[in-house]
């Protein structure tokens, strides 16, 4: 299993729609998640850290599920500007300071 | 307060050359972390640097190797360059404070090798 799975899409939805995505992780010990964006041909950008509790910022809503080791991105009322890879990304086993990332998953939000 | 700078933005270079890419951190961070992303991929974890020292590394074989300065900038640099090594290197900068440490990335070096 790797350590870090993402569905790589693509995914098309259209402008308005809620789109979500999930990430597992195979380490039951990790304590760091974030969700980076990243345009084409570009560095990723922090979107969101994911916190136990689980996390919103505007239309973004970010949640963890320990139990099954995944992570979840919502994003409600797409914009074409969401158009993107989206990047999940966990701690190493027992290496807090070490981040594995998976292959991202792509959103075409289309007019 | 400058992000993060890498440079140089894009480089060709010939199998069996050497080279050298640069990164300076966000004001205020002292680790630097260095990736290589070939296309369709997530970055792949390269090495770390903090305290001028390489702290944790990845799969990389020894001809990748890095630096780290007082200044916290950093180098990494890779010798005997294979066609495989032509991807995009990011350099990300943090701090770790409170137990927690986000990294935040310089626009990246494309590397090209013919």
Same mark, same amino acid.
Request: charged share 20%; with cysteine.
């Given at each position: 299993?790797?350590?870090?799975?993402?569905?790589?899409?693509p995914?098309?939805?259209?402008?308005?729609?809620?789109?979500?995505?999930?990430?597992?992780?195979?380490?039951?010990?990790?304590?760091?998640?974030?969700?980076?964006?990243?345009?084409?041909?570009?560095?990723?950008?922090?979107?969101?850290?994911?916190?136990?509790?689980?996390?919103?910022?505007?239309?973004?809503?970010?949640?963890?599920?320990?139990a099954?080791?995944? #992570?979840?991105?919502? #994003?409600?009322?797409?914009?074409?500007?969401?158009s993107?890879?989206?990047l999940?990304?966990?701690?190493?086993?027992?290496?807090?300071?070490?981040? #594995?990332?998976?292959?991202?998953t792509?959103?075409?939000?289309?007019? | 307060?400058?992000?993060?700078?890498?440079?140089?933005?894009?480089?060709?270079?010939t199998?069996g050359?050497q080279?050298?890419?640069?990164?300076?951190?966000?004001?205020?961070?002292?680790?630097?972390?260095?990736?290589?992303?070939a296309?369709?991929?997530?970055?792949?974890?390269?090495?770390?640097?903090?305290?001028?020292?390489?702290?944790q590394r990845?799969n990389?074989?020894?001809?990748?190797?890095?630096?780290?300065?007082?200044n916290?900038?950093?180098?990494l640099?890779?010798?005997?360059?294979?066609?495989?090594?032509?991807?995009?290197?990011?350099?990300?900068?943090?701090?770790?404070?409170?137990?927690?440490?986000?990294?935040?990335?310089?626009?990246?070096?494309?590397?090209?090798?013919?």
């Amino acid at each position: 299993r790797k350590e870090v799975e993402q569905d790589p899409g693509p995914f098309n939805v259209p402008e308005g729609a809620t789109v979500a995505f999930n990430c597992t992780y195979s380490n039951s010990a990790s304590q760091s998640f974030f969700w980076y964006r990243q345009d084409c041909r570009k560095e990723p950008k922090l979107l969101m850290s994911v916190y136990s509790s689980g996390n919103e910022d505007g239309r973004f809503t970010a949640q963890l599920n320990r139990a099954s080791q995944y #992570i979840s991105l919502l #994003i409600r009322d797409s914009k074409l500007s969401d158009s993107a890879t989206y990047l999940c990304v966990v701690n190493a086993a027992g290496n807090n300071r070490k981040l #594995i990332w998976g292959l991202g998953t792509s959103l075409a939000v289309n007019p | 307060d400058a992000g993060v700078t890498q440079s140089p933005t894009h480089l060709i270079k010939t199998r069996g050359q050497q080279v050298t890419l640069r990164c300076s951190p966000k004001s205020g961070h002292d680790t630097v972390s260095w990736y290589q992303q070939a296309l369709g991929q997530g970055p792949q974890f390269i090495f770390q640097y903090y305290e001028e020292e390489e702290r944790q590394r990845g799969n990389f074989p020894d001809r990748f190797s890095g630096h780290q300065f007082p200044n916290y900038s950093s180098e990494l640099n890779v010798n005997a360059l294979l066609l495989g090594d032509s991807a995009l290197y990011l350099c990300a900068s943090s701090m770790l404070a409170g137990g927690k440490e986000t990294q935040y990335f310089g626009p990246g070096t494309r590397l090209l090798v013919l």
